[in-house]
């Protein structure tokens, strides 16, 4: 397995919608959980940043997130429930603009269904920082950037400009 290039912003591909897995689709999609990881990995060591990675950012259209923060974890077909009403601000970052940093509002909390890689249902109550990333990494299974969800036209900077940005 290998890290695999990062589709970037502008790649019409990061816009489609993912398709479902299915359970029998689990041992195909082995090696594209082991890319994820390589990929995240390898992000990181460049960047010094990266906790998650969906799977159309490699260009595999599948409904499929990778996340490694202390443990890896495979999240397949994920969904949303009970989304708070309450929202935050945070100049989010992603791997597929990596010098840019967008303004956006999350939910400060959430529930996430979904299945792991033994397609064992699991159930996680988010909050805070983990509520926030797996939006993130949720929006882009349907085709969805953070630049789609900027709170105004001053809501982006770049990274290298990060410590003019107000924390919110």
């Known amino acids: 397995m ?17 398709k479902v897995v299915k359970e029998s689709e689990l041992e195909s999609l082995r090696p594209v959980i082991q890319d994820l990881h390589d990929t995240l990995i390898a992000f ?7 906790r998650a990675i969906a799977a159309p950012q490699i260009g595999v259209m599948k409904r499929l997130i990778y996340m490694h923060i202390d443990n890896p ?3 397949i ?3 949303f429930k009970n989304l708070s009403d309450a929202v935050f601000e945070v100049w989010d970052d992603c791997m597929s603009f990596p010098d840019l940093l967008v303004r956006v509002q999350r939910h400060c909390s959430c529930t996430i269904e979904y299945r792991d890689e033994r ?15 797996l939006q993130h990494e949720y929006d882009h299974l349907n085709g969805i950037l953070a630049v789609s969800r900027a709170m ?7 990274r290298s400009q990060r ?3 107000k924390s919110s």
């Open 2 to 18: 290998t890290a695999r290039e990062i589709l970037l912003l502008g790649n019409p591909q990061l816009y489609k919608i993912s």
């Open 73 to 75: 974890t495979v999240i």
């Open 44 to 50: 990181r060591a460049q960047y010094g940043a990266g």
């Open 119 to 133: 397609w064992y249902h699991q159930s996680r109550d988010l909050e805070d920082d983990l509520s926030e990333l």
């Open 77 to 79: 077909n994920p969904v």
């Open 152 to 158: 105004d036209g001053q809501s982006y900077a770049l």
């Open 163 to 165: 410590h003019y940005l």
